[in-house]
Nanobody
Framework: QVQLVESGGGLVQAGNSLRLSCAASGRTFSNYGMGWFRQAPRKEREFVAAIAWRGDITYYTDSVKGRFTISRDNAKNTVYLQMNSLEPEDTGVYYC?????????????????WGQGTQVTVSS
């Protein structure tokens, strides 16, 4: 079982930055692929970024490429999402998720473990 706790959300103006953190319990965190997803009001939860277990392979949705960076620190059981040049369209609840294959994935169904989410609001 994996428990995930996100933090770092908040209200920022467009163009500014936030860094989200996701702390994981469990002694096998370093084996998991990790992902970040977001859900805007009245929209489906969508993929944002993912990272493989070793941190050497990352994936991003097109709308955040060049602005967001996913990283992980396996010694701290934590995955991060650095978000720069934020836009109002980035507003939503951000969730981190863990998958057992270790590869990272853009598919929600590949992730059995989810955090409770952290709210990000970007004002124009």
């Amino acid at each position: 079982q994996v428990q995930l706790v996100e933090s770092g959300g908040g209200l920022v103006q467009a163009g500014n930055s936030l860094r989200l953190s996701c702390a994981a319990s469990g002694r096998t965190f370093s084996n998991y692929g990790m992902g970040w997803f977001r859900q805007a009001p009245r929209k489906e939860r969508e993929f944002v970024a993912a990272i493989a277990w070793r941190g050497d392979i990352t994936y991003y949705t097109d709308s955040v490429k060049g602005r967001f960076t996913i990283s992980r620190d396996n010694a701290k059981n934590t995955v991060y999402l650095q978000m720069n040049s934020l836009e109002p369209e980035d507003t939503g609840v951000y969730y981190c998720a863990a998958e057992l294959a270790g590869r990272g994935s853009s598919w929600k169904a590949d992730y059995p473990f989810w955090g409770q989410g952290t709210q990000v609001t970007v004002s124009s």
